[in-house]
């Protein structure tokens, strides 16, 4: 995964980078139930009303597979963003070495403010990450669902300019995601 980055104006979404799978992986494809939502065989995402779907490009390394944005002020601009790439690790490898990417990407500034181990509503294990990045005015803070539905990995991530929201909105925007074992798997 590479650093968390952000495209430019009203709709800007926070793109974690992913690298996703190619055809010969057989993940499948997303069905296009709702502008606000993600489904495939075992994710499901519901972005809250009036939230608005930022195109994104092609799966391939850096590029979010969904994100949504919605500005709430001039200068508050949060961003949804969702990324799976395969990997088949345990939940506890996944959020290492998502960890680990996050802080040796980019400037260095990523700053794990909280990691807890905790439940989906549906009952999947995952972990639930706070973090922080930038100095200053430039400073930004996210959160993140770190889960697996064991043979990828599962990020769905809330982030803003920090100061302007608190970990509850961010917990209530990133409430829908279901996360079930991929069909076929143990």
């Known amino acids: 995964m590479k650093r968390v980055m952000f495209l430019l104006g009203t709709a800007s979404v926070a793109a974690l980078g992913t690298r996703m799978a190619r055809a010969d992986d057989a993940t499948p ?6 502008d606000l939502s993600y489904d495939d065989a075992a994710v499901h995402y519901s972005a809250p009303a009036g939230w608005v779907r930022v195109p994104t490009p092609p799966p391939e390394d850096g590029q979010a597979l969904a994100g949504f944005a919605k500005q709430f002020g001039p200068n508050d601009v949060r961003q949804i963003s969702l990324t799976i790439k395969p990997d088949d690790s345990t939940l506890d490898g996944i959020d290492r070495n998502h960890e680990v990417d996050m802080r040796s990407s980019g400037d260095g500034s990523v700053f794990i403010n909280k990691r807890t181990l905790t439940t989906l509503a549906n009952g999947m294990p995952a972990w639930w990450l706070a973090a922080s990045f930038g100095e200053a005015f430039k400073a930004t803070r996210l959160y993140e669902w ?17 100061g302007y929201f608190e970990e509850k909105e961010a917990q209530a925007a990133l409430s829908t995601l279901s996360v079930v074992v991929y069909p076929g798997r143990p």
């Open 146 to 162: 770190v889960v697996t539905d064991t043979r990828r990995s599962i990020v769905l991530a809330y982030g803003g300019r920090d």
């Open 29 to 34: 494809a997303p069905s296009a139930t709702s």
